[in-house]
Structures are given as C-alpha cells and as structure tokens.
C-alpha cells in the first residue's frame, strides 16, 4: 500500500518515488439495485472480474521548494492521475509521495459549488471549504467578485452562468487560497483571452513570490514561459524530466512520429532534423557583426501553407539553451505562403553572448503550435572572439524582419 507522509528535506516540496496507480475495471456493470437483486448470482460473479488499468507506472521525481515544475504528456498518459496521487485524492497502489507544506490543489475548478445557490452563496461557501471565516470572505468578496467581472450575475443562481463565468468565479476563489504548493491542471484550458491574460499574471506573481507549483498543460508556449524544468510522461512513464525546451521538444515529436512524418534529410546534410516538410527551411545562417547578432532563415512552401510560425533558439556548447524567440512571440505574423513561394526572416539582436561557440536551431510550425513542418537542430553554428561577457539574463530585444 502506498503511503503519503510530510517528513522530507529542507529544499525539497514533494517527492514521489516509484510510485504506481492501478485501476480496477469491471468486465460488466451492474446497472441498477433491482438487477442486484434480480440476478444476484450473475451480479456477484460479474463484480469478481475486471481488468486492470496500469495508470502510471514506476514514477519518481522531485521537486524543490520554489521551483515551477511543468508536467505535460498526451492524454491518458497519466498526468492528471499523478496530479491527484500527489494532492491525496488518489492513493499509489505502489511506491511513496512526500509532500512537506500546506497543498492546494486546483485540479477542477469548481468542485464543492452548489448550482442551486447563488453566485453571492457560493463564495461564501467555496470560501469555508478553503479554510477562511465570514469576515475574512467579506474582506475579500468584492476583490473576488471585480477579478471573475461578475458584477452583475451574483445574485443570480450559479446554474444559469455559463462555464466561461463559472470557471472565471472558481478560479477568483481558488487564487485566494494560501498554499506552500499549487497543483494546477489546465487552467488555461477553458475561458476567453481576458482570462487567460490573468492566469499569466498569475503565475508571475506566484513566480515572484517562490511558490511552489505543480502545473500540467498541453500549452508549450506556457511550460517554456514559466517553468523552471519538466517532466514527460507517455504510456504512464516518465520520458524525461530536464530542460523545458528539450521536454517540449520530445512531446511534439510524439505527434509526428504517430502521423510517420518523421524523417531525417541527410540528403541536406542535417542528421537531426525532422517534420512533415510541407515547408522547409532552405537556409540558415548566423553572424556577429557590429555589436549585434544576425540570425537569417530562408523558407519555402512546398504546398500552400497558411500563417507559419517560424522560431530558433541558441545553445553553447555545453547545450544549454541560452535564447530564442519565434515570430508568434514576436508579434510578427508571416504571409499565407502558396506552393513554391518563398520568404526570408531574419533576427536581429544586440550580442549578449560570452565568447565561444554556439548552435541554432530553427523551426517551422503551424499554427496550432504543436505540429512541426520542419524542425532543424543545429543548423548552424555561430563562434563569438573578443566580445566582452554580459550576463545572459540580459533581454536581448529581438527585432524581426520579413522580406
């Protein structure tokens, strides 16, 4: 049996060593008391059968105080079970969680809300589950109300909001909690453009303040933009647990090699580079010149392509990721391109790194973020001489250029 304790190190929040969750699943479902007892000998020996669920299999890893730690994997890969073992709802068939701090998990939002009671009635009562009295939820409640923008609904009952409203006044709740540690599943998942803006606002301040936090998301951009490192998790096991870039990587690259897109061109010379090619990098090339870094990409359609996101990054030569961008974050939008068109893009920024020698890798995306249509690791390499070290935290303040 597993068991959960809160007797761990100094520096670490939560420990999970090799821990395994499986479910029981009845061959047959009884559906009803009246076939219990309608059929009480079929109903006994149905219950007596099932087949076994290996949800997450041999999982360890940990996390240290502070650190934003990112859990991504496709679904069903057990990431939301893993996500629940470690708050308590889920017991390890096998294995050991260690959590030291007081947790608040953000799992589903709206769990313990009353459709039947108003809105006005649900804080109150979402408020005494999270631990707070009357006063302190009567302090607060206009500073809830004013951060979910349900102003006008409060008095109506919570079954007449959409879901939009309903995870925007769950989520205004949640955030009040005080936690050592946050567990966060897809928050970003559902709401409009304006929540979402908040959530992020919320990470920072959760970043700024060294909370602890467990945040499972298919959003890459998100994982890259806020965690420290993460994990992968496919077919119930961990993949890898490293860098965020390295992490987010192997995850899209789980959906090509499903859809046997990926390949290796070593007719270019490239032995690391994969995607479905319906378009291509043609040429990549880096120089330092006059104080500033020139990183340009030539890229064609090989069919007609709409509204392509195109990216790099740079690693020393150890292969730590020291910066990169892509025109999405950029706020640079490149043309629908049609079959043969080509385009250049080119980065400009200010030489921020030490001397030495260091890679590029460049992308091509679509839209969604997730499938790749040329990805190109290490194609090209860049050598710094007699520049003087700044700090690598410096904002390099890209500039973009399509021509």
């Not at 006063?135 to 959409?162: G, H």
């Not at 043609?282 to 340009?296: D, K, L, M, P």
């Not at 640079?332 to 080119?346: C, D, F, R, S, Y």
Request: aromatic share 8%.
């Amino acid at each position: 049996m597993g068991q959960q304790s809160t007797v761990i190190g100094q520096q670490t929040a939560i420990s999970v060593e090799g821990v395994y969750k499986d479910f029981k699943l009845p061959h047959e479902k009884v559906g009803s008391v009246k076939n219990i007892f309608t059929n009480f000998t079929h109903a006994i020996s149905a219950s007596r059968t099932y087949a076994k669920q290996h949800a997450l299999k041999d999982v360890s890893l940990e996390i240290e105080q502070g650190e934003f730690f990112g859990i991504v994997g496709r679904n069903g890969s057990g990431k939301s079970t893993l996500l629940k073992i470690i708050a308590g709802i889920y017991q390890p068939t096998k294995g050991k969680v260690q959590v030291r701090g007081k947790l608040v998990p953000f799992i589903e939002l709206g769990v313990g809300f009353n459709p039947e009671l108003t809105g006005r009635d649900n804080i109150y009562l979402n408020g005494a589950l999270l631990g707070f009295d009357r006063k302190e939820i009567d302090e607060m409640y206009n500073d809830i109300v004013t951060f979910a923008e349900q102003e006008q609904f409060m008095d109506q009952k919570l079954k007449n909001y959409s879901s939009g409203m309903q995870v925007r006044l769950a989520f205004s709740m949640a955030v009040r909690a005080k936690a050592d540690i946050l567990l966060i599943d897809e928050v970003l998942a559902v709401g409009d453009a304006d929540f979402q803006r908040k959530c992020f606002n919320y990470f920072n301040k959760l970043r700024k303040e060294k909370i602890t936090v467990v945040f499972v998301s298919h959003n890459m951009d998100a994982i890259r933009e806020y965690c420290d490192r993460a994990m992968l998790i496919e077919n119930s096991k961990v993949v890898e647990i490293g860098s965020t870039d390295s992490v987010s990587e192997k995850y899209l690259r789980l959906f090509m090699e499903d859809d046997n897109h990926t390949e290796e061109l070593s007719s270019t010379g490239a032995q690391d580079r994969w995607g479905d090619q319906k378009i291509s990098i043609e040429t990549v090339r880096a120089v330092s010149r006059g104080g500033n870094i020139y990183i340009s990409v030539s890229i064609r359609a090989n069919q007609k392509f709409d509204r392509p996101i195109a990216g790099f990054r740079i690693r020393d030569a150890a292969g730590s990721d020291i910066t990169g961008t892509n025109t999405k974050q950029e706020k640079v939008t490149l043309p629908n391109l049609a079959k043969g068109e080509t385009k250049k893009i080119e980065w400009e920024m200010p030489n921020v790194l030490r001397d030495g020698t260091y890679t590029i890798d460049v992308a091509l995306q679509y839209p969604d973020e997730i499938t790749v249509a040329d990805w190109w690791n290490e194609a090209a390499k860049l050598t710094i001489k007699k520049q003087r070290p700044l700090p690598y935290s410096v904002d390099p303040g890209f500039i973009t250029i399509i021509k």
